[in-house]
């Protein structure tokens, strides 16, 4: 129900732009489904499983994407200040880089509720956020498990913003500057997973942070076919090594999925 | 069994499969190859030191604008892993740079096939300014390269027609972004390095550089005269 709230927000802060009658139908789909979803409770990976791979095909519009891109960046800006805040969670080097990530994502927000009101549209309010999960993480007491939520939740961004991509062309301005929030959550991602003795980059769909919950970060990213093309077909690389080489995609609603049980 | 070498062809011969179809399906060089063969009898690589080549138009044009830069990031890491640098350093290091090597190699081979006929030749490239014994030369110059590859891809997004050239341009480009991370955690050594103030704007937006801005900072690294002229603006 959080979730159809959400899509219910992008869409009517969208209102004002004269949005395609075949999106808009498209887009209620979509939130007819995530609230059924919600309601019977279905398996998570069920849910996802047929759309990870791909990129969004049906284009939303430009305020909703911006909006969709706000509501990730309220979540990590918060996320990261929380953990600044809490009592010695984070110390020494530690600290430093989370402080750059913290500065980085607010700096998002700021940048996309101006962007948001230069296009004519309505920056979507801040959610509550639950960073416990309901009590499941003990977030901000345990240093270890803020690490594997703050991977989660870059590694999410990374995909969120590539799978947006499409739905910014013709918005030449505002695609390059999501490619280049895109880039950058690339960076923190890469950063976050040294952090915990994982390579930067994710191999397969191996979900190494050790929490069977953010299995739907990596669902898809095993993926070695390009433009249709195996590139294991035409390469001496191994298959890992291909996996690793590229990122992949994420629908609107698979990273809301994914964020959910971290919405108040 | 080839010795590193200030210059090299970017196109590896670890593939004889793969080379012949490249060979096949490059035949608009065939004749330049007959004439740098005959010049070169030590090389045989089909490609004709300091012929132009040209890049192309539309989207097939910055998928070669995006070929010829993975060229030089696959040729630098092939070198790299035949220093004396990489012999000796720590296991950390060791592998990022084994990663990166082959990432850019896959991106290298996954460019050729896409484009097939419309692919460019493997270009020259001039490593003369990098000491591949000494750890600041090798990961200053990958640190140069990752960001460059970074800002490239960021600045060519809004320059792609085809929604499908786009997605794998993005797939690409976080993977470069992590490599940049990496580099830069190991080479600078502080806690900021992997995103400070020289990528990463007071916006929190990283660089995004046109195609003629990259091509002039890639270029003392590129022997083979590069024509972008067609790339769209």
Redesign the interface.
Known sequence: MKLLKLFNQFESLASAEAAPTTRRAAFGEVGRTLGKAATVALPLAAFLKPTTAF?QTSGNSVIEVLNYALTLEYLEAEFYQMGLDANSLLTG??R??VA??A??????V??LRTAISGSGGTPIDKPEFDFTAGGMFPTFSDTPTFLVLAQAFEDTG?RA??GQ??SL?GN??V???A?????????????IR?MRDS???ITGSMNSTGVAAADGVYAGENNVT??G?D?TT?????RD??T??????LTMEAVLEIANPFLA | MKTPTSTSRVVAD??PQ?RRRFLRTSGMTLAAAGLFLAGCADDDDPIMMNETVNLGSGDIGILNYAYALEQLEAAFYAQVLQGDYYASADNEEK??LA?LE??????V??F???LGSSAIPGLEVDFSSIDFNSRSSVLGTAQVFEDLG?SA???A??L??N??????A?????????????IR?INIG???A???SD??D???????RTPSQVLSMAGSFILTPIDASGLPQ
């Open positions: 990129a080097d530690m430093e880089t750059l990530i500065r980085h994502e607010a700096d998002h700021n940048f990374v913003y590539k991509a499409t062309m030449g301005d695609l390059t500057a490619l280049q929030i895109h880039s950058v959550e690339a960076r923190h991602a890469s950063e040294r390579k930067g980059w390009h433009l093309l590139v035409v390469t001496q690389v191994n090594r291909v690793q080489a590229w990122d992949e995609p | 670890r593939d793969g592998d990022i990663d082959a990432h850019e190699r896959a991106h081979d996954f050729r096939a896409a970074v891809y960021n600045g997004g809004r792609i027609m929604p499908d050239y786009l997605v794998v993005g797939k690409i480009v976080s993977v470069e972004a992590r490599h940049a991370a990496a955690s502080t806690p900021t992997f995103a400070n990528v990463v007071s916006n929190g937006l990283d660089v995004a």
